[in-house]
């Protein structure tokens, strides 16, 4: 029986999200008092575990804005059709002002759809 010491490369793929195992969260009484590598090792467990959450804590930020921008998005495109509506009722063109009115109720009925989906 052979037993080996290996230590895991923390920049390996496939290791950033990666968690410790449950005994190595066990608080024994000087273990990092009396040895150099187990201090730098949970203090670079700690460093990684702050990334992460600093990670976690922007992508949070981003996805509640992206839901704003998209409903944004859709009522301007729905602005720009109901302008394009106006434009061709005043050129008289039916043809087009049922296009355009078409479109604009469609990207209305997107951003009332994002919202409503992003409000659960």
Not at 57 to 86: C, N, P, Y
């Given at each position: 029986?052979?037993?080996?010491?290996?230590?895991?490369?923390?920049?390996?793929?496939?290791?950033?999200?990666?968690?410790?195992?449950?005994f190595w969260s066990i608080?024994?009484?000087?273990?990092?008092?009396?040895?150099?590598?187990?201090?730098?090792?949970?203090?670079?467990?700690?460093?990684?575990?702050?990334?992460?959450?600093?990670?976690?804590?922007?992508?949070?930020?981003?996805?509640?804005?992206?839901?704003?921008?998209?409903?944004?998005?859709?009522?301007?495109?729905?602005?720009?059709?109901?302008?394009?509506?106006?434009?061709?009722n005043a050129n008289q063109?039916?043809g087009h002002q049922c296009?355009?009115?078409?479109?604009?109720?469609?990207?209305?009925?997107?951003?009332?759809?994002?919202?409503?989906?992003?409000?659960?």
């Open positions: 029986l052979k037993a080996t010491m290996v230590v895991a490369d923390p920049n390996a793929r496939g290791q950033r999200n990666s968690t410790l195992a449950w608080d024994v009484q000087g273990d990092s008092t009396s040895n150099d590598w187990m201090n730098e090792f949970y203090r670079v467990h700690w460093l990684r575990t702050l990334a992460l959450h600093d990670r976690w804590a922007e992508e949070l930020l981003l996805v509640g804005r992206e839901m704003i921008w998209t409903v944004d998005f859709f009522l301007h495109k729905s602005q720009q059709w109901v302008g394009r509506m106006q434009e061709a063109k039916v296009y355009a009115a078409r479109q604009a109720r469609i990207y209305l009925q997107l951003s009332q759809q994002a919202q409503d989906s992003f409000e659960r």
